[in-house]
């Protein structure tokens, strides 16, 4: 299906291998959901690597004696330097969530460190709110691992789930019903109907579909609006990601258009920036893409569950949900304020890159928005480079795209743009943002 294409696109070669991986990782041959084969899941697993069999085999040993659940929600946290400081809020917007939706959820934290780290706190202060999560209805277990290597977050989100598959496999649970809902330990609140949004599409839809939520960058004091440049950058982002969901849901898109998304290079059409780490599938989806890959672990995930439905019936696989997720800024503000990079880019900053085996800085180190005056301002030069790098890494090249998410941003501008110090909005005489098809940063962003 898709020889053709491979000479003239040369970045879509790995689509391919993306393939044959994923034939190699239907490990269940005519997977039943019903009758799930135990020892088959088990001999997969076998073949895995360490880290994920270890990982499964304490999920597993924690969640045995509970009773199951069909909604599963799973998150690696790190248990090392204190570094999971917004967990706790995390909980708390699962803990608000529908109480009809948590009677019927397993909510699985994984607390991890590598076994060069000493334990902090992390564990028994996620122990001591396990009762008022219970009494609210929320099923929750905790795992404390101990990794004898640097901690692959691929290994870690597979084995939450391996271990809570296992035991239900070991108790004759119906997997038909059954819902797992990735996600991160820094999210800050989520829509009230987020599990329910999450997990009908894959249970009443298609199996194969992969259910993604919209998700935005922000903090509980909404640090966005002090950096007016940052803000409009993530704007814009959200504005691209919820576009090019709602066509990936919809398969709007030419066979072209779909494999330059899901498939192409590093700089152009990457999945990336949309932010896809919150996402839903059935049971019967993840074993047949045989789990997360070690590393790259969201992007490669995303491509098998795509490739998988597309070659069955030519849909994309990804579908976009009505629900939303707010996940902490602070790794993207930093990128920001030190390498002056857009929030859809904000993975790539030398100074924001994520570190899974030493402390990371973006969750160590708080920014003090008083020790970068001049980037509380309007800039335009530097509004338009972000604006240029955010559609360079989101693959979005024609003008007339370009033009309409301006717009779209346009539509949350106000005349009063400013700096907000101490509740007065500051207005730049030199800005002007009330006609954007006029302004220095649309025709910089267009090449005029």
Known sequence: MFAELTTKYPSLDNVMTMLDERKAQQFIAGFNPKSPTFVSYKAY?????????????????????????????????????????????????IKNLSYSDLRN??????????ETKEADATFSDLNNLRVALNDAGLQTAIADVNLDSSPEMGNLRSGIFDGVLLAMMNNDYD????????????????????????????????????????VSFDCMTNKNILFPNFDYSEKLRQAVASDMLDKLSNNQLSKLEYLNTMFGGKRAGNIEPIVLSTMSMSAEGYMNIGGYSPVDEITKTVRLFS???????????????????????????RAYLLDNAPSAAGWKGQNAKFKSNELDPARTEIIDPDNFPKKSFIDKDLLGKLFRITFDYMGVTQTADMKKYMNTVQSGLVEEIGYNKNNQWYIPEETDVSKWEQSPVFKLQLGR
């Open 45 to 93: 697993l076998s073949q895995q690597s360490d880290q994920r069999q270890f990982v499964a085999n304490e999920v597993y040993k924690t969640v045995s004696s509970l009773s199951f659940r069909p909604f599963v929600i799973g998150i690696p946290v790190i248990g090392f330097g204190n570094q999971s400081k917004i967990t706790s809020q995390t909980i708390k917007s």
């Open 105 to 114: 959820t397993t909510l699985m934290l994984l607390v991890n460190r590598p």
């Open 175 to 214: 997997l038909s019903n059954v819902s797992l809902i990735a996600t991160d330990d820094d999210n800050i609140t989520m829509s009230k109907d987020f599990i329910t949004k999450m997990t009908l599409p894959v249970l009443f839809d298609n199996p194969n579909n992969l259910v993604c939520p919209s």
């Open 307 to 333: 490739a998988n439905t597309y070659l069955s019936n030519s849909e994309t696989g990804i579908k976009q949900t009505e629900t939303c997720v707010v996940t902490s800024n602070r790794r993207q503000l």
